[in-house]
């Protein structure tokens, strides 16, 4: 099974919005620092190209949907991570593999100024104790507590209980999904998705 993990920290249409105003003030300045004959005029091109460059790798190239693998036949959870930084380096993937025993869920309350709600978030103990040693969110958009029915979903379904087959949600947002962004290693692949 596979949750996507949707998340909209930005949009196209935020990207595409933010370049004329950018171009109109990065023109002033540019103009105001060659009358002044400032030597400062290299810094403020190197930060605005940084900022048009960061903006444009978060549209294009961050995964919308990074996902979580339970694979019931192992017994793993495979997290698909992409970790962002300075525009100019690379943005690193890693993908973390976890024994389901050593999982358990967490509703977290988030609030802050542009969402507020409920996260499921999974803590990863050490074997047969409750020592945290990672966590990782089941879903990045703060909801209601009805969080726990994922939860409760995900435990069936690695028991080997009855769950529903189909999606509940079968159509996705194309502003999702601009390019293929989720790339799984061969191996990591193939061993998410089948039997020992």
Same mark, same amino acid.
């Given at each position: ?5 949707? +998340?909209?920290?930005?949009? *196209? ?5 933010? &370049? ?6 990065? =023109?002033?300045? #540019? +103009?105001?620092? &060659? ?8 810094? !403020? #091109?190197? @930060? ?6 960061? @903006? ?5 190239? !961050?995964?919308?949907?990074?996902? !979580? ?7 793993? !959870? ?7 930084? =300075? ?18 869920? +967490? &509703? ?11 996260? =499921?978030?999974?803590? #990863? ?13 089941? /879903? ?10 994922? *939860? ?9 209980? /009855?769950?529903?087959?189909?999606? &509940? @949600?079968?159509? #996705?947002?194309?502003? $999702?999904?601009?390019?293929?962004? @989720?790339? $799984? ?5 193939? +061993? ?5």
């Amino acid at each position: 099974m596979e949750l996507p993990r949707y +998340e909209d920290k930005i949009s *196209w249409w935020g990207f595409w919005t933010l &370049i004329p105003p950018s171009l109109v003030a990065m =023109l002033f300045f #540019v +103009e105001e620092m &060659i009358d002044s004959k400032s030597s400062e005029l290299a810094l !403020v #091109v190197f @930060i605005f190209f940084s900022i048009v460059l960061y @903006i444009f790798r978060m549209v294009a190239f !961050v995964p919308r949907g990074a996902p !979580v693998r339970l694979n019931r036949k192992r017994q793993k !959870v495979y997290v698909y991570e992409h970790k962002r930084g =300075l525009p100019w380096f690379p943005w690193p993937t890693t993908i973390k593999v976890f024994d389901w025993a050593d999982v358990h869920g +967490e &509703i977290v309350r988030k609030s802050g100024h542009y969402s507020s709600g409920y996260l =499921l978030s999974c803590a #990863v103990c050490e074997p047969g104790t409750y020592q945290v040693v990672d966590r990782f969110l089941l /879903n990045f958009q703060a909801g209601g507590l009805h969080q726990k029915n994922l *939860w409760s979903h995900c435990c069936q379904y690695m028991q080997g209980k /009855n769950v529903p087959k189909t999606p &509940i @949600i079968t159509a #996705v947002p194309r502003s $999702w999904t601009p390019v293929k962004t @989720i790339r $799984w290693p061969d191996d990591l692949d193939r +061993e998410s998705t089948t039997a020992p």
